[in-house]
C-alpha cells in the first residue's frame, strides 16, 4: 500500500544545531508539503513542492529550507535550530489534477529545541 | 488574504448529544471547504468537502454546508459518539489560485464525555 512515512518520530536538539527531518511517500504524487502544528494555530505551511526542482515559501519558512531532487522525497532543514521552532511537523502530499485538495498526510515529527 | 477561523479551541459534549462546530472563512476567491479530522497520535486526513457554494459535505453522521452568504461550513452532527473524539480543522482551498494549497484554521479538539 502507498504511504507517506516521517523519520524521527521524535527528536531532541540544542539551540543553535542544524536538523533535518525526513519525509518520504510512496503515492507518487507531485505535490508535496510541510506543516508544523502548534496549539492555538492549528496547521501553518513552512514549505511545498510541485515537482522535483520546484520549492516555494509558505507563511512561516524562516529558518526552514527543504530542496526536491526526487519525486519521493522533500526533506526539511532547520539551518540553525531555535527553542521556538520546538513543534510537531506533519509533511502532507497530493496528486496534482482534479483531487489535488486532498492532502495525505505522515504521522508527525515531535522536536524538541532545548 | 485568505483565511479561516474557528471559534471554539474545545467542545465537551456527552454522548449521544447533537454537535455544532464552528467555522467561518474570508477569501476573495472562490474557495472549496473541508473538514479534516486528526486522531490522537496520527496526522489529519480529509474528514468531508464541499467544492462550491450550497454544496453539503457528509462524512460519518457529519454534515457541513457550504454557505456563500454568511461565509460559514459549520460541523453538524445529530448524535456524537466517544469514537468521535479528535480535533477538528476547516479549510480552503482556493481553486483560483492553486487548488492544492490549503489554508487551515486552528482547529477544533472534540472529547465526547461518555
Known amino acids: 500500500d502507498a504511504e507517506i512515512t516521517q523519520s524521527p518520530r521524535h527528536k531532541i536538539t540544542e539551540t543553535g544545531r542544524q536538523v533535518t527531518l525526513a519525509c518520504h511517500q510512496t503515492?507518487?504524487?507531485?505535490?508535496m508539503f510541510w506543516y508544523r502544528q502548534d496549539l492555538g494555530h492549528g496547521l501553518r505551511l513552512i514549505h511545498y513542492?510541485?515537482?522535483?526542482?520546484?520549492?516555494n515559501k509558505g507563511e512561516v519558512s524562516d529558518g526552514y529550507s527543504v530542496s526536491r531532487s526526487n519525486t519521493e522525497d522533500l526533506p526539511l532543514t532547520l539551518e540553525s535550530a531555535a527553542s521556538s521552532q520546538t513543534s510537531v511537523y506533519f509533511c502532507?502530499?497530493?496528486?496534482?489534477?482534479?483531487?489535488?485538495?486532498?492532502?495525505?498526510f505522515g504521522p508527525g515529527t515531535r522536536l524538541t529545541v532545548l | 488574504g485568505d483565511s479561516v477561523v474557528q471559534t471554539e479551541g474545545q467542545v465537551l459534549p456527552s454522548e449521544g448529544d447533537s454537535l455544532i462546530v464552528n467555522c467561518s472563512y474570508e477569501?476573495?476567491?472562490?474557495?472549496?471547504l473541508f473538514w479534516y479530522v486528526q486522531y490522537p497520535g496520527e496526522g489529519p486526513q480529509l474528514h468531508l468537502k464541499?467544492?462550491?457554494?450550497?454544496d453539503k459535505g457528509r462524512n460519518k453522521g457529519f454534515e457541513a454546508m457550504y454557505r456563500k452568504e454568511t461565509t460559514s461550513f459549520h460541523l453538524e452532527k445529530d448524535s456524537v459518539q466517544e469514537s468521535d473524539s479528535a480535533v477538528y480543522f476547516c479549510?480552503?482551498?482556493?481553486?483560483?489560485?492553486?487548488?492544492?494549497?490549503?489554508?487551515f484554521g486552528s482547529g477544533t479538539r472534540l472529547s465526547i464525555r461518555p
Open positions: 502532507a502530499s497530493s496528486e496534482s489534477g482534479e483531487r489535488e485538495y486532498e492532502q495525505f
Open positions: 503515492w507518487n504524487h507531485n505535490n
Open positions: 513542492s510541485y515537482g522535483v526542482q520546484d520549492t
Open positions: 477569501t476573495t476567491q472562490y474557495p472549496s
Open positions: 464541499a467544492m462550491k457554494a450550497n
Open positions: 479549510a480552503l482551498s482556493d481553486l483560483g489560485s492553486s487548488a492544492s494549497k490549503i489554508i
